[in-house]
């Protein structure tokens, strides 16, 4: 398949299924924002359940927060936001459309009077390349003026540093220790797209580890090495996966050693993930600009410094994404094709599907029964709507690990078929124990 095939069934089957929707479809959608649906809600649901188990509840050295989006406005002086998170950008006079500077489809510099505009075709109607902030912007309070203006947040990981001190004396951690949170991020990005890949609104999963200065270098190397095995532990195919180490011309001025988790989506290999070595930048920086004192002072040595921070960052939708691709397979069975999401168990948004063979001889009032006793464990799901096979293809393509079906011989022995949904092979359990057998394969 081309890979621009394999990203339109899955944009289709994640619409088809539930997956994701587009933003304001009723509208006409607006430009990359994306919806997740009822299955989508799950599959994210679980990606960062799984995140935060890993990161923050199997670890006695992280703790979890939840910062507000809107920050004081001096937080992103600090941070280098309003200075230097810009792009320069093109704009057309003509059509109004914008780009960035360095967009391939810009024949000559922009600016010069025989440019032609990549859209409107029209000559010289593009201006010379000016800054953009990626920052959305917007007011607090009645009165729109610039002393009012707060933005919403580009990332995650500033409503970490802003709280390290209130986190250090509440929990009594000791360096090194970390801070970790799951939240919303915005960036007016000028060339959104390929899905949920690059999106204005996103979900980020950030991890920032304080240490004392001297040994980053070997936390860097301990959280780089973790992060690739969490992915891997999701079931992601390891020759999808790789590391890209950020050149000199790369790195930003304020890193000293920065990995990329790179996946090979259909459209190429792209970063989802970011483990950088970010040395005491963060926490001086704040420091200077808020007047308060950020540094650690070791007890048993008495010796002050600020902390040093290796931060691993994540996102949600980006790795739903990679594990939407990792997961899609056609394949042929019995001479029909199927389409199949290899879904890790974990991850998948319903674990069982219960079907009565058919709608009658008291199948489904058991099925039913079994059902109601399945959803007190787990996510599950009853179908009783056409052929037997449909249903299986139904729940093939949501990813759904097992198949129960209720069938003539349930009503003899109680037992009933349960369908694997990779290998295809149906074993016959007893009822009344369907709920541990499933549990214990779920966990396996
Ligand atoms: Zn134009």
């Not at 390349?129 to 920052?135: I, S, W």
């Not at 040994?215 to 959280?223: A, K, L, R, V, Y």
């Not at 139904?394 to 009503?411: H, M, N």
Request: a neutral charge; glycine letters at 8%; charged letters at 25%.
């Amino acid at each position: 398949m081309a890979p621009t095939d394999v990203m339109d069934k899955l944009v289709s089957l994640a619409k088809r299924r539930g997956f994701v929707f587009q933003s304001s479809e009723i509208y006409g959608g607006l430009g990359s924002v994306w919806d997740y649906g009822p299955l989508g809600v799950e599959l994210k649901r679980n990606i960062k359940d799984r995140w935060w188990r890993a990161m923050v509840q199997q670890r006695d050295d992280i703790e979890g927060l939840d910062a507000a989006i809107l920050m004081h406005p001096k937080v992103w002086e600090a941070s280098g936001h309003i200075a230097g998170f810009t792009d320069p950008l093109v704009d057309c006079k003509q059509c109004k459309n914008r780009f960035r500077a360095d967009d391939e489809r810009l024949k000559g510099p922009p600016g010069a009077p025989d440019t032609a505009c990549p859209v409107c075709g029209n000559r010289g109607t593009l201006t010379a390349p000016r800054m953009f902030n990626l920052m959305f912007k917007t007011f607090m309070g009645p009165v729109e003026e610039a002393a009012a203006v707060v933005y919403l947040r580009p990332e995650t990981a500033q409503g970490i540093y802003v709280n390290y001190l209130n986190v250090l004396q509440a929990s009594r951690q000791k360096i090194p220790f970390g801070i970790a949170q799951i939240g919303k991020a915005f960036r007016n990005e000028i060339t959104p797209g390929n899905f949920i890949f690059r999106t204005r609104e996103f979900e980020q999963m950030e991890m920032q580890f304080f240490v004392k200065p001297g040994t980053e270098d070997e936390w860097f190397e301990f959280w780089r090495a973790a992060r690739m095995q969490w992915h891997q532990d999701l079931g992601v195919r390891q020759e999808k996966l790789r590391f890209h180490a950020h050149t000199k011309d790369e790195l930003a001025h304020y890193a000293k050693a920065a990995y990329d988790i790179e996946y090979e989506f259909p459209f190429g290999w792209h970063e989802f993930e970011g483990v950088h070595n970010r040395t005491d930048f963060d926490l001086s920086r704040h420091q200077q600009f808020s007047g308060k004192k950020l540094e650690y002072v070791e007890t048993a040595t008495n010796e002050r410094f600020v902390p040093c921070v290796v931060e691993t960052s994540v996102g949600a939708d980006r790795t739903a994404l990679a594990v939407l691709c990792d997961a899609y397979h056609e394949e042929e069975v019995a001479g029909e094709k199927r389409v199949v999401l290899r879904l890790h168990p974990s991850l998948a948004p319903v674990k069982a599907a219960v079907f009565p063979l058919v709608n009658k001889e008291g199948m489904p009032e058991f099925a039913r029964r079994l059902y109601h006793d399945l959803r007190a464990r787990f996510n599950a799901f009853y179908d009783d709507s056409g052929s037997i096979g449909r249903r299986y293809r139904r729940q093939d393509e949501a990813g759904t690990p097992f198949g129960v079906t209720v069938d003539g011989q349930t009503l003899q022995d109680g037992t009933v078929t349960v369908r694997d949904r990779d290998t295809l092979v149906q074993v016959r359990v007893a009822a009344d124990q369907l709920g541990g057998h499933l549990s214990e394969r779920l966990a396996a």
